[in-house]
């Protein structure tokens, strides 16, 4: 029985609603129900509880976590030599393999019953961290079978059988693992696979058994050339009926081990001149019997859901880990080179054009490390944030580019000559492959992050899908009619809270608890959440399904969602750490920038919006004055690049776990140089102070002979700090 409500007013949105919302393909519908959210929620509340974030105190390593990043992790660090991985030998030599499989490194997301270390999502970030600060080559062999692969969905997804098996040999290396999604038809849209398995009985064991027989073309396999399992994605077909009455049965997963008749591993690809093992590989009428199904029959037609699941894990660490590795290790650099390299007699970092590069190493050095430590942490505390995940690995990577780019400009052509004391080259032609996997930024930035985020974080809009969806029209109308003016008060009520904070600066809005100096960056930040909600509903209500194909509009949305994701996570970081004064230059200006940018994204979407009216309105409401925000000042700027320039408390905590190594090449050259540099200062001022030589210096009695010799190490680390590598023709071409 409707009531009048649902008659008269309830019944006139369905059927509108049903007209407008876009259709969503089966993939789609698996991604939205995958993972969870987090507090991107609370962002797109319009009003997020500070205290839900601070609350979790900074994240901890355990007793046994620290003894392995301080014992096999820096031996393992010590024997890279990643100028021989990448030029000389092109793979990871043997016993550095047999090093990670002895130490178990391919199992540290698996549980200790299985033999595994069981670390934390935190602790496995750090591990990743400090080995990508060596050898990007080896951190993306450490990280993948620890990511999306074989282990993280049998542990989340896998029966127990298969749990018994395998588990145990990942976690030692006797297996290891590598996933087949991608192929030539389908990169990101997974939804145009051709990957083709088709329910059969066949011979397994000598014995007439159910399963699939599945033919594939994958590429782009990392660990593939070199995988004993492969985890195989394809799309499964029962034509004859033998499972169930309907014909496809989607996207479906299996455990496929390499050496089954009809796999066939390729050659290596060589992806930006990365030497870790990456390469296609096919199945020609390869018979799979049903319970190699990662989950069992029951889990058929599920994968899609279960990769999105084990990606919004893995994605959330992997790459992230690999971004905030290379960025320290560009910040650690390029601030000691700018402080040994003189140019004009004078070093190149107090040039203000280098101090604004080193300015935005340091911020964004910050930002990355901060925006790591808190999502690891949300995942240890048991949140799958699939829209966060997307954010970080899309932005992560995207700010890796920034810095590379700044650290190679400071360097000039100390960066660009390649060998084996080059720290920085092999970094940036990794950052391309970064970008790339695990979802592309293009897709992620354009379509995923605000695409999914409006979606999931709202409070009702996904019940209004589901109700919408409905075959039933009452069913749906009791269903609508449960949350739709619920939504009609949300709405009304983010209008109001935007329209005061705008006109208020954001001065009335709720700072939490012993903000203090910090009350304004919070305000800010909580302002720009009630807008960017404000703007949400309006673009959902006004263009409907139609928001999906508006990109421009998406995007530049996500970028606000991302923005005030990772200021949060750099105010959670600074709280964290005791609010340390000196870091607080840093604070000031990634939230000056931050800001900005919003600023300037939603200006973006005002301006380009579709329906002018409204988009009038939106101005008045959001930016009447326009854009006011701006970026750090330059005094700021000066203050954030002198943290590089000199030692002290906050540049250890910016480049903590850089590992410069025992061999007096590469990086060590440049820490050595810095530290002799920064020792002898005074005496090089009294050398400029009074326009002397050394020699000259000692005649006059200004410096003794100790002095004269320091300035005479300092000079020679600096002489071999910053020449480069060269080569014999010979070497260059292989004897030819």
Known sequence: MLTMRQRWLTKPILRQLKQVLPPMSDTELQALEAGGVWWDAQLLSGKPDWQQLLSMGAPQLSSEERAFIDGPVATLCEMIDDWAITFEHRKIPTAIWDFLKQHKFFGMIIPKQYGGLEFSAYAHSEIVTRISTVSTTVAVTVMVPNSLGPGELLHQFGTQAQRDYYLPRLADGREIPCFGLTSPEAGSDAASMVDKGVVCY????????????????????????????????????????????????????ALVPTDTEGVIIGDRHYPCMQAFQNGPNWGEDVFVPMDWVIGGQERIGEGWKMLMAALAAGRSISLPSLSTGGAKLAAKATGAYARIREQFNIPIGNFEGVRAQLANIAATTYLLDAARKTTTQALDHGHIPVVISAILKAHATYRLREVINDAMDVHGGKAISDGPNNYLGNVYRSVPVAITVEGANTLTR???????????????????????????????????????????????????????????????????????????????????????????????????????RKEYLSAR?????????LLSCVMKNFEDDGRPASDRPLIDWLLAAGLNKIEQQLDQVISNFPSRPVAWLMKLIILPLGIRRRPATDALTDRCAELLLEPSDCRRRLTEGVHIGQSAKGLGRIEDA????????????ILKENRVTVDQALQQNLLSESDAKQLHDAEMAVALAVAVDHFGAEELTNGD
Request: hydrophobic content about 45%; overall charge negative.
């Open 557 to 565: 949305l996500g970028d606000v969602l991302s923005e005030l994701y």
């Open 446 to 548: 354009n379509l995923i992050i605000f695409g999914q985020g409006a979606i999931r974080c709202h409070p009702y809009l996904l019940a209004e899908m589901d109700a919408a969806s409905l075959d039933d029209e009452e069913q749906a109308l009791h269903a609508l009619d449960r949350v739709l003016f619920k939504h009609a008060a949300f709405i009304c009520c983010g209008l109001g809270r935007v329209w005061l904070h705008t006109w208020t600066a954001g001065h009335l809005v709720k700072e939490p608890k012993g903000a203090g100096s910090l009350k304004r960056h919070y305000q800010q930040i909580s302002r720009y959440s009630a807008v960017l909600t404000f703007i949400s509903e309006v673009a959902l209500i006004t263009l409907g399904g139609a928001l999906k």
């Open 202 to 253: 066949g011979e397994y064991n000598g014995e007439q058994v159910l399963g699939m027989r599945v033919n594939w073309h994958k590429r782009y396999i990392t660990l593939g050339p070199v995988a004993t399992l492969l985890g195989l994605a394809f799309k499964l077909y029962d034509p004859d009926h033998l499972i169930g009455e309907d014909d496809e049965l989607g996207i479906t997963v």
């Open 674 to 685: 810095f530290d002799k540099v920064v020792a002898s200062q005074a005496l090089r001022d």
